[in-house]
């Protein structure tokens, strides 16, 4: 059951919780209700080590309060706090209070800077969602999270929109999280599209979902040559989010490959389990979408999603096939393992053809990208200077790392083919541009952008508000993109 997020007019010290979050910053000088804190608590604060360090958190016994304990947030240095700091709180906040239920806090009398009081609730919402998440359905004894209030005491009206606005959004994170940490073996392409049918109905979206001969009908061949190898058919899913008055269009692309085994290019056993995660770009486009309409996102959005299994097996794509896309270009596959760029040109070129005012896609496409970029930083391309720009102010406002890497024209003979018009594999270097240099073929004249999510799709540890396993990365920069969308000019 999700945490109830609310106001409330109660002095903190009369506040009756189970634990009331107080606030200092850098130094343990005073922050937002540490004035209840005692001379006691002081001095053991100062022994454990606590510094005040954003996200840092010690429970305290203080004397007089309505609370059965006080936690001590850290703030950081004051007047630096963050909208990312203030999700940090909030997820500190969510950690140390699993085995509580009820929690008051005064950490937003504070604004951080460049924020208004709803911006700063709404990230704080996010943080107390996000780091309470846990994915336990496959623990037979599990240890779930008992948090479920917590109120922001002196909060305003306009907090408590920003905090439902927060765990909205943050919900939607989860739902991709959940999505990415299935077990490919419950999550065929047929039983991930019906997932989508289910978030669509609850959404109030429309979901068209492809298969078999309605495939070869639209030509999605790439998907079709992916697919063939396993048992378990591929699936296109179409949703679309069509509120009234809407006079542009986004579209939303995913790789959704449920489970990426490199196929004949078969790909080392080491690892292989974390390609259960290669439809993070999917699960992204599919939980971004579901909240479109309740936050009354104003443009019309449409969501490609090519669902796939990357298998070898006797009826599997082999290197040196030919696939014939729907826009008459073809491709030699030079390698089964570069499959995501061979399903997400058929989505690209349907979106094109649909005639989208402008389009990004999320894909865990590239190590390569990885190795430039980390854990933690996608990779942004694009055909369009000013939408890549919009793109990427928009990931920098919701604080999801991005960096811009170039498509190079010269690069793109990398990918000449002797047969077809080219081959899906570049030279040994520089992997994430002739990956996205494939793409770009099929965007045609759209403004496209290109999210490389190989690395941030995934974390090993715990860390803020993110979670080990899934991060659902790519969510809330997709929600930006649709609340704010400004139809991009001639290129
Ligand atoms: N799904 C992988 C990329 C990937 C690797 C995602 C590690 C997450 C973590 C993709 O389909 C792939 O296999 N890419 C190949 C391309 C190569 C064969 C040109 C790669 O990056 O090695
Ligand atoms: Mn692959
Ligand atoms: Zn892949």
Not at 299 to 310: A, D, K, M, Q, S
Request: charged share 20%; net charge positive.
């Amino acid at each position: 059951m999700p945490v109830k997020l609310s106001v409330s007019q109660t002095a903190p010290a009369r506040a009756r919780v189970d634990l009331l979050a107080v606030g200092l910053h850098a130094g343990r000088k005073p922050g937002p209700g540490s004035d209840l804190l005692t001379k006691g608590s002081a001095a053991l604060l100062e022994a454990s080590g606590f510094t005040g360090e954003v996200g840092q958190t010690a429970v305290v016994a203080v004397e007089g309060v309505a609370a059965r304990a006080v936690v001590v947030v850290g703030l950081g240095d004051k007047g630096k706090l963050d909208a990312d700091g203030m999700r940090r709180v909030g997820a500190a906040i969510a950690r140390q209070a699993k085995r509580a239920k009820t929690v008051a806090t005064t950490v937003l009398d504070i604004v951080p800077r460049g924020l208004d009081a709803g911006d700063a609730a709404q990230a704080f919402a996010e943080g107390v969602v996000l780091g309470g998440y846990q994915f336990l359905k496959f623990k037979s004894d599990p240890k779930r999270s008992t948090l479920a209030s917590v109120v922001v005491l002196g909060g305003s009206a306009k907090v408590a929109a920003g905090l439902a606005a927060g765990a909205t959004v943050a919900g939607a994170v989860c739902a991709a999280r959940d999505l990415v940490n299935e077990p490919a073996g419950t999550q065929s392409p047929a039983q991930f599209a019906a997932e989508a049918q289910r978030v669509a109905r609850r959404s109030g979206l429309k979901c068209t979902v492809f298969s078999g001969p309605q495939l070869e009908r639209l030509r999605l061949a790439g998907t079709i040559a992916v697919g063939q190898g396993s048992s378990r058919s591929p699936r296109f899913v179409k949703l679309e989010y069509a509120p009234r008055g809407a006079r542009h269009t986004l579209g939303f692309v995913g790789k959704g490959v449920v489970f990426d085994s490199g196929g004949l290019s078969l790909k080392p056993s080491n690892g292989m389990e974390q390609m259960k995660t290669d439809m993070s770009g999917a699960a992204a486009v599919v939980s971004a979408m579901s909240v479109l309409a309740a936050l009354d996102v104003r443009t019309r959005v449409v969501g490609y999603i090519p669902l796939v299994e990357n298998m070898p097996s006797g009826t599997a794509y082999r290197l040196g096939d030919v696939i014939r896309y729907r826009n008459d270009k073809t491709v030699e596959v030079m390698n089964t393992d570069a499959e995501g760029r061979l399903i997400l040109a058929d989505a690209l070129a349907l979106a094109a053809a649909d005639g989208v005012d402008a389009m990004i896609d999320l894909a865990t496409l590239t190590g390569a990208c990885m190795v430039a970029l980390g854990n933690q930083i996608a990779g942004l391309m694009g055909n369009h200077e000013g939408w890549v720009g919009q793109v990427r102010a928009c990931a920098d406002r919701v604080g999801e790392k991005v960096w811009p890497l170039p498509l190079p024209k010269e690069y793109r003979r990398l990918l000449d083919s002797e047969i077809a018009d080219m081959k899906n594999i570049g030279g040994p270097h520089g992997g994430a541009l002739t990956a996205g240099l494939f793409l770009q073929e099929f965007a045609g004249d759209v403004p496209w952008a290109h999210l490389d999510i190989a690395g941030p799709s995934r974390a090993e540890a715990d860390n803020g508000f993110v979670a080990r396993g899934g991060t659902g990365v790519g969510v809330r920069t997709l929600i930006e993109l649709a609340s704010g969308f400004r139809k991009p000019g001639r290129a």
